[in-house]
């Protein structure tokens, strides 16, 4: 994403009021409002409501170091929950985390702010992409979408967790290079594909059947996308 930093490692100040006995309960629950997470904020008043009553005895202690302890079991999921839009995604696991709490991003429908600044793909890759849909292309894999993009995979490595892919391989099968799972070899050749190239795609796919992906089609027949680019 657009600002670079180390959000993730931070600690916020409501969790140094967590050290406060009696009233550190009272953190927790700030940052259930702040979050809106609602059973933190009820385990927070708890945590207050237990401590006042426990003041005075040896249990105080108890509740004490619950409060410490519960504070910083939420941080990274409190920094995630109130994250904004141009925090970055710095490695996998800050990926799963943003994952968990706001789902992940269909890449075939999502729109070319949510590739910007939820994804944070630069704006060049993100427009390839919408190209590439807009021509009636759907990806089905991390592999394609990093093959056609362009985007280098340890980009990819990175944000993983975040992507999705919604797609129906029985739609659309005579749009982009669906057209290689039904098209016979003579269609092929009429698409401008090498005589070889058209047989070896038919005989691949009438030996181990329909192709799921680019990437697909690229593994089982060993032929590089520029054979049948045309089709893309």
């Given at each position: 994403m657009s600002i670079k930093n180390n959000w993730i490692d931070e600690t916020p100040q409501w969790i140094w009021w967590s050290f406060l006995p009696v009233l550190g309960g009272l953190a927790i629950a700030y940052a259930g409002n702040k979050s809106k997470t609602s059973s933190w904020r009820y385990y927070g008043l708890a945590l207050f409501g237990l401590g006042l009553i426990l003041a005075s005895t040896d249990l105080a202690i108890i509740v004490w170091l619950a409060q410490i302890g519960t504070s910083f079991a939420i941080r990274k999921?409190?920094?995630?929950?109130?994250?904004?839009?141009?925090?970055s995604i710095d490695n996998y696991e800050v990926a799963q985390?943003?994952?968990?709490?706001?789902?992940?991003?269909?890449?075939?429908?999502?729109?070319?702010d949510e590739l910007v600044y939820d994804l944070g793909l630069p704006i060049v890759y993100?427009?390839?992409?919408?190209?590439?849909?807009?021509?009636?292309?759907?990806?089905?894999?991390?592999?394609?979408?990093?093959?056609?993009?362009?985007?280098?995979?340890?980009?990819?490595?990175?944000?993983?967790?975040?992507?999705?892919?919604?797609?129906?391989?029985?739609?659309?099968?005579?749009?982009?290079w669906r057209r290689l799972n039904s098209f016979s070899v003579e269609e092929l050749i009429a698409c401008d594909l090498d005589n070889i190239v058209a047989r070896k795609i038919v005989e691949e796919r009438e030996k181990a059947g329909a192709f799921k992906s680019l990437i697909d089609?690229?593994?089982?027949?060993?032929l590089p996308l520029s054979c049948y680019k045309n089709l893309i």
């Amino acid at each position: 994403m657009s600002i670079k930093n180390n959000w993730i490692d931070e600690t916020p100040q409501w969790i140094w009021w967590s050290f406060l006995p009696v009233l550190g309960g009272l953190a927790i629950a700030y940052a259930g409002n702040k979050s809106k997470t609602s059973s933190w904020r009820y385990y927070g008043l708890a945590l207050f409501g237990l401590g006042l009553i426990l003041a005075s005895t040896d249990l105080a202690i108890i509740v004490w170091l619950a409060q410490i302890g519960t504070s910083f079991a939420i941080r990274k999921k409190y920094l995630v929950k109130v994250a904004s839009r141009t925090a970055s995604i710095d490695n996998y696991e800050v990926a799963q985390l943003l994952a968990q709490e706001k789902g992940q991003i269909d890449i075939n429908t999502c729109s070319k702010d949510e590739l910007v600044y939820d994804l944070g793909l630069p704006i060049v890759y993100a427009n390839d992409i919408e190209d590439l849909r807009n021509e009636g292309h759907i990806f089905t894999s991390v592999e394609e979408l990093a093959d056609l993009s362009g985007i280098p995979e340890r980009v990819f490595n990175k944000i993983k967790p975040l992507i999705t892919f919604g797609y129906d391989l029985n739609k659309e099968s005579d749009i982009s290079w669906r057209r290689l799972n039904s098209f016979s070899v003579e269609e092929l050749i009429a698409c401008d594909l090498d005589n070889i190239v058209a047989r070896k795609i038919v005989e691949e796919r009438e030996k181990a059947g329909a192709f799921k992906s680019l990437i697909d089609v690229k593994k089982r027949t060993g032929l590089p996308l520029s054979c049948y680019k045309n089709l893309i």
